[in-house]
């Protein structure tokens, strides 16, 4: 679900509609259907107004559907105005994103930042209709004192998990500084950028560590840090890291802020970007923001336009193959323009004395 207003126009709304499948079809879902509706301003009571509120659910009944996705983001009222009408769950961009990193966690690191980000969203949406939570935690029973409702027990156990992953946090984040201090004679060197611009793929080229990428939103989550090869005996530390969208939530962005150091540490910081995609220009902008948002020095970014194979084919945006850009060219895929990228780095390491020539042994976790 879409909502036109005069400061978002609807050829905006669809392409962010599109997106926003592309966030579902990641998690496993199937999309069955789409809806707009323009407004001057959105509804305070349901954000879209109430005869829209009722087609939806109209539509939702007859599709079957298991869920509404707005891209949007709603207050917790409105979603419980929401699901007055519409009989089947309502969520936003954000819920759908948080879903989709919830599933993508694997290392300890990202669980816990991901389970951080996730309570600190449902915390203000715990309703008296939310009991799921008491019961996963053994439920019945963990009522506190005299006269506490069954709702205030859950957000003192939320609050009380919130904590405990907080202390976590910290503690894994301090072996990660102690890691950090072993190599800090090497060069690092971090590929960032939109999420399926390819940072994993590169990441593997320079490497060769056979990570996973994959045609899916978020499929990297947990920074991965390993040695590669400039050319000749230069070496330097890469770091794969988690991808950037448009309206990341920013429980997201904070409990992720210690991943996303890892391209603040960084000598160079290579930004990735899908040049062949419809939206990249967008994308790009998203990138250097967050990029911006979280500390890293902008000189020490270089634009890369990554998928140049593509670049031409009926419906990608790239440039035509003359087109003079600053920004370097490849395709991780097929290899081309890595080596000219390659030698880029050396020069760039070599003009700035990062990482120095020092000729230090490495010392990396595996
Ligand atoms: N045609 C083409 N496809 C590419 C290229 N580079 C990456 N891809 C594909 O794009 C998809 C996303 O690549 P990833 O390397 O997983 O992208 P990522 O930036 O790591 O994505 P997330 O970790 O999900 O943020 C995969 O299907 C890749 O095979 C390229 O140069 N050309
Ligand atoms: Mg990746």
Known sequence: MGLVLPSQPGYVVEENLDELAELARSTGMD?????????????????????KVEEIARAADELRADVVIFDDDLTPNQVRNLEETIKCAVIDRSGLILDLFVRQARTREARTQVELAQLEYQLPRLTRRWTHLSRQAGGIGVRG?????????????????????????????????????????????????????????????????GVRAENRLFATLDPRLRKGSLGGTRTAVFADTVGFIRKLPHHLVASFRSTL????????????IDRSHPRWREQMEVGETVLADIGVDMSLVLPVFNKMDLWGAPGSDGPEPSGA?????????????IEELRAHLLEQLNGSGAGGNRSSPLSLTP
């Open 261 to 272: 150091e890892e391209i603040t540490q960084a000598d160079i910081v290579l930004h990735v």
């Open 325 to 337: 850009n600053d920004a370097l060219a490849v395709s991780a895929r097929t290899g081309a323009g």
């Open 31 to 51: 999309v069955v259907g789409r809806s707009l509706q323009g407004r001057r301003a959105p509804d305070a009571r349901t954000l879209i107004g109430r005869g």
């Open 145 to 209: 004192g005299e006269g506490e409702t069954q709702l205030e027990a859950d957000r003192r156990m939320v609050r009380t998990r919130i904590k405990q992953l907080k202390k976590e946090l910290s503690k894994i984040e301090q072996t990660r500084e102690l890691h950090r201090r072993g190599r800090r004679d090497v060069p690092i060197i971090a590929f960032a950028g939109y999420t399926n611009a390819g940072k994993s793929t590169l990441f593997n080229r320079f490497t060769h560590a």
